[in-house]
């Protein structure tokens, strides 16, 4: 019978990866899809001081949920854990898509969030489960083509909605994708998890929230609507560093902690993980901000914009696919060396951008970005599954995700408040306070007919403040790209390839 069960299991191991491969899609294709269409949900709902907290609340729940999600999914099995995440981001997804205000679309996004941090780190670890060592840096060319699928679907997709449709169709999409994903897990997926009681670090998660929500709002805030030394900036810094302490003390005190830190002493994990927040940070910097620029600055429609964006997502599969075969030649420093100087070009295009260089520019940086991504991303994920064993792959796998989304949280707060500081601060330089202008003033350029609208000086105002606040955004994300490529060349030079 024992036999026969294993044969039965291992003959799904096709139709597990295809399952995996379309919840993985679901997650992938948010991102690029929603980037594309927020020009046009701005012009729709106004609220462009709000625009990066779109962003920043899926994050923020993303990055809070994977570790809980991941530390489940090595007590309880992958196939519950994972249902119960797409079920709440399709819960979140029908909501964003009904939403009237910014404010309403935020708090839904942070449903949405909720459900999504369960989708990547499980996915992935589920690929770890059931295929060996050797084939798992194959089977990443597989995983990485739904990156590339979703990349390119994703951002012509959103453009074609936003156009002929209706950016809420971005959201309501998910739906059919989530409902066939969890059909396949419960039909092909089948564990044997050891049935004993489990304590959860409930504490460790609510101090983990708390650190994390407390800094994003100091990050978006600070800066641009409240003064570093105010009060508020100055008890949300205090909670944020108290909150983290707790989190470390509870961390080392708990029986089965949500981070458990024995793993972090491996230093390839470290690194990885180090890398994985810097680049968290650029990645969101430029897929949130890029299509505002294409469409309020250079005037080019959604699809344009979407077309920058998934240049990025082209370079990504075609990096990881190669990164696979790389790390059985080279090892996996050599393959993240290549992936961090690929980082530093695609910056270097973003940091010269101009309004005249055209969205072929901004194409090719998003090209070079996303190929240091897939190089990085997939020597990262493949090293730190052949270093843990299977009780900790899951949370091992969710620590790595977990870098990458508070990169992107931090990074969508970060750069959101460096955005509106520069706007701000560009328009009281030029004259903008005589005519009361705020940074929501900024929502006119994303809406085309409103824009046509404008007098020719005010609208060259606004472009110029657009255009130098994200000039002052890529200066930081080409920081970002320096500080991990200097983590890359720490990773020990002796390794198992």
């Given at each position: 019978?024992?036999?026969?069960?294993?044969?039965?299991?291992?003959?799904?191991?096709?139709?597990?990866?295809?399952?995996?491969?379309?919840?993985?899609?679901?997650?992938?294709?948010?991102?690029?899809?929603?980037?594309?269409?927020?020009?046009?949900?701005?012009?729709?709902?106004?609220?462009?001081?709000?625009?990066?907290?779109?962003?920043?609340?899926?994050?923020?729940?993303?990055?809070?949920?994977?570790?809980?999600?991941?530390?489940?999914?090595?007590?309880?099995?992958?196939?519950?854990?994972?249902?119960?995440?797409?079920?709440?981001?399709?819960?979140?997804?029908?909501?964003?898509?009904?939403?009237?205000?910014?404010?309403?679309?935020?708090?839904?996004?942070?449903?949405?969030?909720?459900?999504?941090?369960?989708?990547?780190?499980?996915?992935?670890?589920?690929?770890?489960?059931?295929?060996?060592?050797?084939?798992?840096?194959?089977?990443?060319?597989?995983?990485?083509?739904?990156?590339?699928?979703?990349?390119?679907?994703?951002?012509?997709?959103?453009?074609?909605?936003?156009?002929?449709?209706?950016?809420?169709?971005?959201?309501?999409?998910?739906?059919?994708?989530?409902?066939?994903?969890?059909?396949?897990?419960?039909?092909?997926?089948?564990?044997?998890?050891?049935?004993?009681?489990?304590?959860?670090?409930?504490?460790?998660?609510?101090?983990?929230?708390?650190?994390?929500?407390?800094?994003?709002?100091?990050?978006?805030?600070?800066?641009?609507?409240?003064?570093?030394?105010?009060?508020?900036?100055?008890?949300?810094?205090?909670?944020?560093?108290?909150?983290?302490?707790?989190?470390?003390?509870?961390?080392?005190?708990?029986?089965?902690?949500?981070?458990?830190?024995?793993?972090?002493?491996?230093?390839?994990?470290?690194?990885?993980?180090?890398?994985?927040?810097?680049?968290?940070?650029?990645?969101?910097?430029?897929?949130?901000?890029?299509?505002?620029?294409?469409?309020?600055?250079?005037?080019?429609?959604?699809?344009?914009?979407?077309?920058?964006?998934?240049?990025?997502s082209i370079g990504w599969p075609i990096a990881s696919a190669l990164s696979g075969r790389l790390l059985l030649s080279i090892?996996?420093?050599?393959?993240?060396?290549?992936?961090?100087?690929?980082?530093?070009?695609?910056?270097?295009?973003?940091?010269?951008?101009?309004?005249?260089?055209?969205?072929?520019?901004?194409?090719?940086?998003?090209?070079?970005?996303?190929?240091?991504?897939?190089?990085?991303?997939?020597?990262?994920?493949?090293?730190?599954?052949?270093?843990?064993?299977?009780?900790?792959?899951?949370?091992?796998?969710?620590?790595?995700?977990?870098?990458?989304?508070?990169?992107?949280?931090?990074?969508?707060?970060?750069?959101?408040?460096?955005?509106?500081?520069?706007?701000?601060?560009?328009?009281?330089?030029?004259?903008?306070?005589?005519?009361?202008?705020?940074?929501?003033?900024?929502?006119?350029?994303?809406?085309?007919?409103?824009?046509?609208?404008?007098?020719?000086?005010?609208?060259?105002?606004l472009q110029d403040a657009l255009t130098n606040a994200l000039h002052s955004v890529y200066i930081v994300v080409f920081i970002?790209?320096?500080?991990?490529?200097?983590?890359?060349?720490?990773?020990?030079?002796?390794?198992?390839?």
């Amino acid at each position: 019978m024992g036999q026969a069960e294993q044969k039965r299991k291992e003959t799904k191991r096709s139709f597990v990866l295809a399952t995996v491969m379309l919840a993985m899609f679901m997650g992938a294709v948010e991102g690029t899809i929603v980037s594309t269409a927020m020009p046009a949900i701005v012009g729709d709902l106004g609220g462009f001081a709000l625009y990066s907290w779109v962003f920043s609340a899926y994050l923020l729940m993303n990055a809070v949920t994977v570790l809980i999600y991941g530390k489940l999914s090595d007590l309880f099995g992958r196939k519950p854990i994972l249902t119960f995440g797409i079920i709440i981001f399709l819960i979140g997804s029908i909501l964003s898509g009904t939403a009237e205000t910014m404010e309403m679309l935020i708090l839904y996004r942070f449903i949405q969030g909720f459900g999504a941090g369960a989708v990547m780190p499980i996915a992935t670890t589920i690929v770890g489960d059931i295929y060996s060592r050797a084939e798992r840096a194959k089977i990443q060319g597989y995983l990485s083509s739904v990156w590339g699928i979703s990349a390119v679907s994703g951002p012509a997709l959103g453009g074609l909605l936003v156009e002929y449709a209706s950016w809420r169709y971005v959201f309501w999409i998910n739906v059919p994708l989530g409902i066939l994903a969890i059909a396949g897990l419960w039909l092909y997926l089948h564990e044997d998890i050891e049935k004993k009681k489990h304590k959860i670090d409930y504490p460790g998660a609510v101090f983990l929230t708390v650190a994390i929500s407390s800094l994003m709002i100091i990050l978006v805030e600070a800066g641009a609507n409240w003064a570093w030394t105010s009060p508020k900036t100055i008890g949300l810094i205090s909670l944020s560093v108290l909150t983290l302490i707790l989190f470390i003390i509870q961390e080392r005190r708990a029986e089965e902690p949500m981070m458990p830190f024995n793993i972090w002493r491996e230093r390839s994990i470290f690194i990885a993980n180090m890398t994985s927040l810097t680049t968290g940070v650029m990645l969101i910097g430029i897929s949130s901000f890029l299509p505002a620029f294409v469409q309020g600055v250079m005037e080019k429609s959604p699809i344009v914009a979407g077309f920058t964006l998934t240049a990025m997502s082209i370079g990504w599969p075609i990096a990881s696919a190669l990164s696979g075969r790389l790390l059985l030649s080279i090892g996996y420093r050599k393959t993240s060396l290549f992936g961090g100087a690929a980082l530093i070009l695609g910056s270097i295009l973003f940091v010269t951008l101009t309004p005249e260089a055209g969205p072929l520019w901004a194409a090719a940086g998003s090209f070079f970005v996303g190929v240091g991504m897939g190089l990085t991303s997939t020597a990262f994920i493949v090293s730190i599954q052949s270093t843990v064993a299977w009780q900790q792959r899951g949370i091992a796998t969710a620590a790595n995700m977990f870098m990458r989304n508070l990169g992107n949280t931090v990074g969508a707060a970060l750069l959101g408040g460096v955005l509106n500081s520069s706007i701000l601060s560009y328009m009281k330089s030029n004259g903008a306070a005589s005519q009361d202008l705020s940074i929501d003033a900024a929502n006119v350029l994303l809406n085309e007919s409103e824009r046509m609208k404008l007098p020719a000086d005010l609208k060259a105002l606004l472009q110029d403040a657009l255009t130098n606040a994200l000039h002052s955004v890529y200066i930081v994300v080409f920081i970002f790209a320096i500080v991990s490529l200097l983590f890359i060349l720490f990773l020990p030079k002796k390794e198992e390839v």
